[in-house]
């Protein structure tokens, strides 16, 4: 028998606020599995400053030419309907964690129960005299993606134009932007145009956070495509240049007095934290970076959880890579609904090894774990293919709400 307190609260289940703030891999997980496993009593809300949201595995394949915009982005309008969820586009600029509200630019505050954040990493400041207004930053990967489209507008218009290119910044992100951009843009110029790729890193190595192995690869095929390095180079100036017949070529200066000129500057570097985050109270590492538990819950706000390149693990750090994202976004979903709840939560230890398929531009890849390395092969960008379409068909292949 069924007390009349029990009777009521089955007719009115008792409503849960679980909001998503960023629509990063972990959420869109996140999502889709509260599609298929909903929670009776949450009310749902996702906010997000983009309709869609890009996967990151796909994106050096999409700017070289080998996807379309909707095969390598998650359409987030769709998710949330197949999740049962609110969707607000728009952007989060404060948290007011005491009273439980998120805080938008553009419309009023969204009350919480729970808040979940996977909103990504943002540029990296940049203090390099003059670089902010000349430069196009990595992220966010629309705007990325709407000057790079821009350009191919641009080269396609005047094939016989020579182009040069410079990318700041020699890691993972930097090497495949590098060689991703050069297919696509030869693609187009061959076999009139002439293009010239330079590539600045500060540090004396490619790729630090690599084995040295996977440096070497990744050093010999820019050289052997023609891409000039300047290793060990710290970019300290960026400007216009001011001649009437050159009036949009911008100049790179260098700490040792290396000058490049070039049409468009991509800024690739270390990544942050967006500086909202310090003044919300929220327990954060030394870069501003949410830390959190091994439940991926905040240490100093248990409503508070976080995944993705935002977020730190005390007592596991790992690299901010897509793929801790992806792993991240079923415990998440765990956790959620474990807290809502009210039941214990379960750890979640990441690989310390994980493995890495690095695209070369040429449909290749690199495949790299811990010391082992194989170079580029057709077969390793089956693989990578295969895995990547594999991925994104999770979320353009949603069941029906009957079958499940």
């Not at 200066?253 to 003044?279: H, M, N, R, Y």
């Amino acid at each position: 028998m069924y007390s009349n307190m029990e009777m009521q609260q089955d007719r009115e289940p008792i409503l849960k606020n679980l909001v998503l703030v960023g629509g990063g891999h972990s959420h869109a997980i996140v999502l889709r599995m509260f599609g298929m496993k909903p929670l009776p009593g949450v009310r749902l809300t996702l906010i997000t400053t983009n309709s869609d949201t890009p996967y990151s595995g796909m994106l050096p394949g999409h700017i070289a030419g080998f996807y379309t915009h909707d095969e390598c982005h998650i359409d987030l309008r769709v998710l949330t309907q197949f999740a049962q969820a609110q969707l607000y586009l728009d952007q989060v600029i404060n948290l007011d964690l005491k009273n439980h509200q998120v805080i938008c630019a553009n419309r009023p505050a969204v009350d919480f129960d729970v808040l979940s954040v996977d909103i990504g990493s943002t540029p990296a400041k940049i203090s390099v005299s003059d670089a902010a207004e000349y430069v196009i930053p990595a992220k966010p990967v629309s705007e990325l993606l709407k000057h790079w489209d821009e350009l191919l507008r641009n080269v396609a218009e005047k094939l016989q134009k020579p182009i040069t290119i410079a990318i700041a910044g020699g890691g993972a992100g930097g090497v495949e932007l590098a060689l991703s951009m050069q297919a696509q843009l030869q693609r187009i110029l061959q076999p009139s145009g002439i293009l010239e790729i330079h590539l600045f890193q500060r540090d004396r190595q490619l790729m630090a956070k690599y084995d040295q192995s996977v440096q070497q690869a990744a050093s010999q095929i820019l050289t052997q495509r023609g891409i000039q390095l300047h290793l060990g180079e710290t970019v300290t100036q960026v400007t216009p240049l001011t001649e009437k017949e050159n009036p949009q070529i911008l100049q790179i200066q260098c700490e040792s007095g290396l000058t490049v000129e070039c049409d468009k500057i991509f800024w690739v570097t270390q990544a942050a934290a967006p500086e909202w985050l310090k003044s919300t109270g929220l327990r954060t590492d030394d870069q501003g970076f949410i830390l959190v538990e091994d439940t991926l819950q905040s240490p100093s706000h248990p409503d508070v959880f976080a995944a993705g390149d935002i977020a730190t693990m005390i007592n596991h750090p790992r690299p901010k890579a897509g793929v801790f994202a992806v792993r991240q976004g079923k415990p998440l979903f765990e956790n959620l609904q474990r807290y809502v709840l009210g039941k214990p939560l379960k750890p979640y230890i990441p690989q310390k090894q994980y493995l890495s398929l690095i695209g070369t531009g040429d449909k290749k890849a690199i495949a790299t774990k811990g010391g082992f390395t194989l170079p580029p092969h057709k077969l390793l960008w089956l693989w990578k293919d295969w895995l990547d379409r594999r991925f994104m068909q999770r979320f353009q292949q949603l069941p029906k709400i009957k079958d499940i």
